[in-house]
């Protein structure tokens, strides 16, 4: 009896030690507690790899101030979110990176928050849906490799910095694709995803042909996503397109998980002068009125350019960048905001493992 009072005792303490660390509230972090013996072992339901050291001393700075001398140890475990549509082999979210306005970086975003995701720690691939632009290839330095097939049914999957990858552009000729109609566009999104060997992955991050049209609404109604992430310029215009976005995801009770604003102001080399070339604050504002957290808002910034189109993106390139660690902070906040909002699923039977031919990273 004693020795449960004092373990719960310590279940409170460290509950309520990670619900200030997080800014949540102490039930919602009881149930990442456990405690063994004469150590808490705490088990995130999010990526954040990079904060695991920071929060076990956090909280036992926290126990030992209420009495508590114990070890802690921090892990983190990915459930997949419950959601409407069947799930895909071995994928346990999928998330859309979406814009309402062509060219506002969301295929640079997308890309980045993939390898930054990776960097937290979770298990990440990325489909390129861009049929009008597909330029991931490009961004993973692979632009003229194909996934190989040992079947002909199914395709393995390119790897790179990470993560798996697979695009249309790795399949057919951009000019081609950039005529399809809505079904064919749609068709060939549905076969990108069931017709990949993906290895088992947390994360699924989906780049959506820019634009809220139909093609734009059957591909979000085709997967089984798990929510979207919409990328705007502070500009009216673009704000006004993610505004489209948004509306297009509730539409079909997609949950928008969080806004990026992307160029949100340009800092001078030179003498550090801050220039707001697409207008201020638009995503701010945007993420205001929806109650929806801004995920990150990211300068223009010629390196971040320049290592896209070299094929090794910022995040993998250069990890110690002030910017990488703007993206990883989207990364954990994104992860975050997907395991409070959305129920688990018990069922994971979907998750099969890896296929033989894949050695996890
Ligand atoms: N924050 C940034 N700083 C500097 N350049 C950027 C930034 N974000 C994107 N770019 C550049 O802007 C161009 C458009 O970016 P990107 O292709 O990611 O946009 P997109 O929204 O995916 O475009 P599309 O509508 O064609 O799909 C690219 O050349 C990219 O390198």
Sequence with gaps: MFFSRKGDKITQAASQALADYFSLEP????????????????TLPFCATSQHLTIAHYVEDALQASGHRVDVTVTQHIQSAHTK?????????????????????????????????????????????????????????NPDASPSSSDNKHMQPLEAYGIVANSIGYLVPQEDAAV?????????????????????????????????????????????????????????????????????????????????ENMSYYECTACGHKDTIFSEAGGEALADRYGLPLLAALPLATRLRAYADSGEPLVSAQPDDPLTNTFCEAA?????????SQPATENEQHVKGDPISFKPV
Excluded: H
């Design 85 to 141: 549509q069947p799930p895909i082999r071995n994928i346990k979210n999928i998330i859309a990176v979406a814009s309402g306005k062509g060219g506002v970086g969301k295929s640079t975003t997308a890309v980045n928050l993939a390898l930054a995701l990776r960097q937290e720690g979770a298990r990440v691939g990325i489909l390129d849906a861009d049929i009008y632009g597909p330029s991931i290839p490009i961004m993973l330095g």
């Design 27 to 42: 039930n919602e972090t009881e149930r990442w507690c456990k405690l063994e013996k004469d150590s808490l072992a705490i």
């Design 332 to 340: 954990r906040a994104l992860s975050m905001q997907l395991a409070l």
């Design 180 to 260: 399809w109609r809505g079904p064919m566009a749609s068709r060939a999104l549905k076969q990108l995803l069931d017709e990949t060997l993906w290895p088992v992955l947390d994360y699924l991050i989906v780049d959506m042909p820019p634009g809220t049209g139909d093609i734009q609404l059957t591909m979000a109604q085709q997967v089984p996503l798990c929510g979207a992430v919409v990328v705007t310029t502070p500009q009216d215009l673009a704000v006004a397109d993610a505004q489209k976005g948004i509306t297009m995801f509730n539409k079909v009770n997609v949950p928008v998980l969080g806004l990026i």
